[in-house]
């Protein structure tokens, strides 16, 4: 049902018609966008404009619009930057005029004319033809000028980014970010790969999958949690360096650092450790930081933190020893552990594994004191079934977590490619699963059957794109770096 504004503009619309113009043009010959044409005039004198006779022929969407009778100002946005333009009776075509009294604020126009300084300086089209795009058929919200309701931002991406410049902004830092990073792991010889979005099994991270059916086959499908698996199958085929840019599907809750559906980045190469991962890290992130921190510097939550490399290095058991009081040997004793978790920890119910109450304790003590970037390292086997034991505890392995702002950033480790440890790993991951452990992993036997023909020493690591796109941003809602981010339905109101 539309409302009044929208019955006024739809009776508009006809109007239009009845003059004999297109409702609904298939296109516009541009010769200029807003921003090529501001920077290339920015320094031209009002004088020299005059001289030029500059025309130029561009579109956007009207912003502003101030009516004088038989002339009048609009602004226009073209979804980077804005431009002024001057529309006077005795200058356009009559039709041009009449097009002219019928628009609102919302509506998309094409213009052309030549370009001069109004008495303020700021850089304008004087129109010698104006161009009906487009009828908005309804108001844009809040004056155009700001949408602060985050629940309709999200819901209607669309208007948060015609009317909120800094969402444009996120966006277009994303991009640029995923680009900078492609080109980062093609410069050192990468092969961009792309593995299948839905697996027989549910594999290569601890996480609840979404399960879809495949009809012709007759067979449940698991949603992406991960492509690790896949892609150290291209190890094994002797693909020394590859990398994806890949979506993730995770059953679980929504929040400020998670959306169960989401982007990571996964690379791999042959005949490297975590070591050379931990460098690799840092050489990546120091080049976003030089495209996007003055400094080094991230502004985040209110916190100014140094992200400069290197960073530092810490032992997973050790920094939740240093944290939360609990000794070493404590640690490492389920039983006592277990005991100082019913001591310590309320509201939380106990984990049903080992493995489950270390990263609780890890997630209680640890986790938000790591603002300043921080690699943990050296996991307990018992929570890193993939990963290749330490060369220094047997208890541990070679994985480590960049951890920025107390978030998780990257995760990374020494590959496990022995045939045998990682079965008897997996098989351990079944006895979790049956203690309780809704996320622990099962057997994948293909998987073990291309470890078993033999993939050489490798490293590898998977990064979350929008957390990092949030640091950058210093934005701390996921859903402002996700263009459509999940949210709960609305709740139909009762008559």
């Not at 239009?16 to 966008?33: C, Q, R, V």
């Not at 985040?300 to 058991?317: C, E, H, L």
């Not at 978030?407 to 008897?424: C, K, T, V, W, Y």
């Not at 957390?467 to 339905?489: D, Q």
Request: aromatic residues 10%; hydrophobic residues 40%.
């Amino acid at each position: 049902m539309l409302d009044d504004q929208s019955t006024i503009r739809l009776e508009k619309l006809k109007k239009l018609e009845e003059l004999g113009i297109a409702a609904y043009p298939y296109d516009f010959p541009k010769t200029h966008e807003f921003k090529e044409i501001a920077d290339k005039y920015k320094d031209i004198s009002k004088e020299e404009l005059e001289q030029k006779e500059e025309v130029v022929k561009a579109a956007g969407r009207i912003l502003a619009i101030r009516k004088m009778g038989k002339s009048g100002f609009m602004h226009l946005y073209d979804g980077e930057a804005k431009l002024q333009v001057y529309v006077r009776k005795d200058i356009v075509p009559d039709t041009d005029f009449e097009v002219y009294k019928l628009l609102d604020i919302g509506d998309i126009i094409g213009v052309e004319g030549k370009l001069f300084r109004t008495q303020s300086n700021e850089l304008t089209v004087l129109v010698s033809q104006l161009t009906f795009l487009v009828k908005s058929l309804h108001p844009l919200p809040e004056k155009w000028h700001g949408l602060q309701d985050k629940e309709l931002r999200f819901r209607q991406r669309y208007l948060d980014l015609i009317v909120n410049e800094d969402t444009r902004k996120i966006f277009n830092l994303r991009s640029k970010m995923i680009q900078l990073i492609r080109m980062f792991f093609y410069e050192r010889n990468y092969l961009e790969v792309e593995t299948p979005m839905m697996h027989p099994i549910a594999g290569g991270a601890a996480a609840r999958p979404f399960i879809t059916r495949h009809n012709a086959l007759g067979i449940d499908l698991y949603l992406r949690i991960a492509p690790e698996l896949y892609l150290k199958r291209l190890l094994v085929g002797g693909m020394e360096k590859v990398f994806e840019v890949n979506r993730n599907f995770r059953n679980e809750g929504i929040s400020q650092k998670h959306n169960p559906e989401f982007t990571m980045l996964e690379f791999y190469e042959l005949y490297k450790d975590f070591n050379h991962y931990i460098k690799l890290t840092e050489d990546l992130l120091d080049v976003l930081n030089k495209n996007f921190l003055t400094d080094c510097i991230l502004e985040y939550d209110g916190k100014q933190i140094n992200a400069k490399p290197p960073y530092k290095r810490v032992k997973f058991m050790d920094i939740i020893c240093e944290k939360s009081g609990i000794s070493l040997d404590e640690l490492w004793d389920e039983e006592k552990l277990k005991a100082f978790i019913t001591k310590n920890i309320h509201g939380e119910e106990m984990p049903p594994t080992y493995g489950k109450m270390l990263e609780l304790m890890f997630d209680h003590y640890v986790e938000q004191t790591l603002q300043e970037p921080t690699f943990v390292m050296y996991y307990p086997k018992a929570i890193s079934p993939l990963s290749k034991r330490s060369r220094i505890d047997e208890r541990e392995t070679e994985r480590f977590e960049l951890f920025i702002a107390g978030m998780e950033i990257a995760n990374g480790f020494s590959e496990l490619n022995d045939p045998i440890d990682q079965r008897s790993r997996f098989e351990a991951q079944v006895k979790d699963r049956e203690k309780g452990d809704d996320e622990a992993q099962g057997v994948d036997e293909d998987f073990l059957s291309a470890l078993e023909q033999g993939m050489a020493p490798a490293a590898g690591e998977g990064m979350g794109i929008d957390r990092l796109a949030m640091l950058y941003s210093g934005t701390n809602s996921i859903k402002e770096v996700i263009l459509f981010p999940h949210l709960r339905p609305r709740v139909a109101a009762v008559e």
